[in-house]
């Protein structure tokens, strides 16, 4: 993992310090709360329902088992003791004071945390693909890219007040798990003819009430260009982006209003100013960093199929956590091994300290003390020696992280929803606890296989419900809270948007609606086909008809 | 009006006539983007020096061929939060290689000096009972940066490189 230096402490200690006064003038009736507001979002701070709220940042998901014991501490010590992994690899603490926060940055800073720019309109975390560095069809590890971005994005003076929020994602493996056309800028790893390794460039993604899956602007960019390509996107969006109406804000809307031929006209224009200024990236700061991404020391071990089958074919349950939970490694003998935070009933992404505590003690055991936060709001460890799956797996099913669905029906991403988000319109946490108890049986899950669903409690689609196979949003109607359900999202390298299936639905008829769409695709897939084959083969009409058919049918009789 | 410049209080040198019917036959003064569109040749042709000042939708290309006759652009941030000024301040110093003066006028607070020193404005209207007081605070709050700007700052990278 990245370790900060000299300067990167003192940054943030500085960061924390100028927070402390800006706290204090508002405290004092210096700073209006309107004048204050963008200074706490850039630290991460929102006003919820309830209480503040601290989102803070896992750049590009890494974690370290000692920033989460930290995390621990914070959620007991200024919290409720829990808290919430969000779908950009952060972690939210939902009641937090004020006059304290001063004290949390400090405290995150030891661990070299912060909650810098995880709000507000500025370049927010820089996220990536949770399996970087491990995977096995991975090009390159692109977090050496991520942290020269991090660095870049911090503090920027130029882009600390654009026209609405911005955000990056990264991969650096074709099989795209960093949902990178759904953000403001996404890097996609290539290898060009000559056998380098550069980034195609994609912009104006995102999800909100105006979703855009993101346009290519460059196929091919020398990683030695990449702070000065981002500085020119984000100068032309600075100048240019909307500002008359902060929902038509995003860089996705004015690209789609000039044309990406034109955007990127502009950009190019900008950046063949700026390209081979100080901002080219020097040999010397990839390999600094690169040095601190270096693979572990790997023990000399070969993949053990036959032992762990023995042992899958006398317990079927390992055998379900085996095949949903455990994904491949890129060096023999070891594994990745997803923890799910989805347990049937619990609302998805939520943490106890207790737990947080213990996840830190097994990855210290068990995965070279690393955890990575995934956009799934799950945790992965991703250096698991075979030989301890076994014994991993009864550990953390005692602390009920053992549900074999990752990537299945019940492994649901949901945003926090009308519980506390002052901008949801309904409560999606409960409609999410109902369909994970709904789909309990895992051996329906297994047959069900490769599945996605996502519920936002609003239009601002923080529950990715665009991308979801499934996608559920909460809208209000007169009153009453009502969910509309769109199905065929994705976010994966061939990302699209869900497409509408009907009427919302009022809460209480989701999970039937949901398995019938689930039952309609087990009747008519084909072999080896996954939900999103079938539907883009079928369409939507089937899934359509039995939904609604049999409800409107009972609302005559 | 007061204005900080080059870490002090001056009082300002130029009539500030934008908007204004008539400008002063003499002696330094600011205009505004469409005076300056409409009185370029006679405004080129004085002996003290002038400004012009842009709002936040009048981005710099539209003086770029203009700015040796300019000593002053005056960039309007109509709001704090709109922040397209500091690109334009960017561009002015950066590509446009402007060496006059860049004057931050309009929602200028503390807590945003540093971000428009960073980008290459010398000169602000500051809100402030203590704008003086106010610049040392925001000058103390950092000593690491993490990008060059316009202000010849070296970055953490240039540090981290500087002996290789």
């Given at each position: 993992m990245y370790r900060y230096d000299e300067f990167d402490h003192k940054l943030v200690a500085e960061r924390a310090r100028q927070f402390r006064r800006q706290v204090k003038r508002r405290l004092s009736g210096e700073l209006t709360e309107d004048q204050f507001k963008p200074l706490r979002l850039m630290n991460g701070l929102y006003m919820q329902l309830h209480a503040y709220m601290l989102r803070v940042n896992v750049p590009y998901g890494s974690l370290s088992s000692r920033q989460l014991r930290k995390f621990a501490h914070i959620a007991r010590t200024y919290d409720r003791d829990f808290g919430h992994f969000t779908t950009r690899q952060n972690i939210q603490f939902n009641w937090i004071k004020l006059e304290e926060v001063p004290d949390i940055l400090e405290e995150l800073a030891e661990v070299e945390v912060t909650a810098i720019q995880s709000s507000g309109n500025c370049v927010r975390n820089i996220t990536s693909d949770h399996y970087a560095g491990r995977a096995r069809d991975e090009l390159a590890d692109p977090r050496v890219y991520c942290e020269l971005l991090r660095q870049y994005t911090i503090l920027n003076p130029d882009f600390s007040y654009l026209p609405r929020k911005f955000k990056i994602a990264l991969t650096g493996s074709p099989r795209d798990r960093a949902a990178v056309a759904l953000h403001d800028i996404g890097l996609r790893m290539h290898r060009n003819e000559a056998g380098e390794i550069g980034f195609e460039v994609l912009v104006g993604g995102g999800q909100g009430r105006t979703p855009f899956i993101a346009h290519t602007i460059r196929d091919w960019l020398a990683p030695e260009h990449l702070l000065s390509y981002v500085e020119s996107i984000l100068r032309v969006y600075n100048m240019?982006?909307?500002?008359?109406?902060m929902h038509k804000a995003r860089i996705k809307i004015i690209v789609n209003q000039m044309g990406i031929d034109r955007y990127r006209e502009l950009v190019e224009a900008d950046w063949e100013q700026i390209?081979?200024?100080?901002?080219?990236?020097p040999q010397a700061e990839v390999d600094r960093i690169n040095a601190y991404f270096a693979p572990p020391e790997y023990e000399c071990l070969a993949d053990i199929p036959d032992e762990l089958n023995d042992v899958r074919a006398r317990i079927p349950e390992f055998d379900q956590w085996m095949a949903a939970n455990v994904a491949e490694h890129r060096v023999p003998g070891y594994s990745i091994v997803n923890l799910s935070l989805k347990a049937p009933g619990l609302p998805p992404g939520d943490m106890t300290a207790d737990t947080m505590d213990a996840v830190a003690d097994l990855a210290d055991r068990y995965s070279l003390d690393e955890i990575r936060v995934n956009h799934r709001q799950n945790l992965s460890f991703v250096d698991v020696r075979q030989r301890d799956l076994f014994t991993l797996w009864k550990e953390l099913k005692l602390l009920d992280l053992a549900t074999p669905n990752i990537q299945s029906v019940s492994d649901i991403i949901c945003c926090p929803g009308l519980d506390y988000c002052n901008l949801a319109n309904s409560r999606s946490i409960p409609v999410a606890q109902d369909l994970s108890r709904h789909f309990v049986d895992v051996d329906h899950l297994a047959l069900v296989g490769d599945f996605t669903i996502n519920i936002s409690g609003c239009m601002n689609a923080c529950g990715h419900h665009h991308v979801g196979n499934i996608g559920i949003l909460g809208v209000n109607k007169r009153g009453k809270e009502y969910f509309q359900l769109t199905l065929g999202g994705s976010s994966d390298e061939n990302a699209a948007l869900g497409d509408r299936l009907g009427r919302a639905l009022p809460q209480g008829q989701v999970p039937a609606a949901v398995e019938t769409i689930v039952d309609t695709y087990l009747a008519i897939?084909?072999?080896?086909?996954r939900f999103l084959d079938t539907y883009r083969r079928v369409g939507i009409e089937p899934f359509r008809e039995a939904v609604y058919s049999p409800v409107q049918a009972r609302a005559v009789a | 009006m007061a204005l900080l410049k080059n870490n002090e209080m001056i009082d300002d040198p130029f009539v500030d006539a934008t908007g204004q019917e008539t400008i002063p036959a003499d002696g330094p003064v600011l205009v505004d983007l469409h005076q300056w569109q409409s009185h370029r040749e006679q405004l080129t042709q004085r002996a003290d020096p002038v400004g012009v000042r842009l709002r936040s939708?009048?981005?710099p290309e539209l003086i770029a061929r203009d700015l040796e006759s300019l000593a002053l652009v005056a960039l309007e941030f109509p709001v704090f939060r709109d922040g397209r000024a500091y690109s334009y301040a960017r561009l002015l110093r950066g590509q446009y290689r402007f060496d006059g003066e860049i004057r931050a006028v309009g929602d200028v607070l503390l807590e945003q000096l540093h971000f428009m020193e960073r980008t290459g404005f010398d000169a602000f209207e500051l809100q402030s009972d203590d704008p003086l007081g106010d610049l040392q605070v925001a000058s103390a709050?950092?000593?690491?940066?993490y990008q060059p700007a316009a202000d010849g700052r070296l970055s953490a990278m240039q540090l981290r490189h500087q002996s290789d």
């Open positions: 240019y982006g909307r500002r008359d109406n390209k081979d200024s100080v901002l080219k990236v897939r084909l072999d080896g086909e | 939708d009048q981005p709050d950092f000593d690491v940066w």
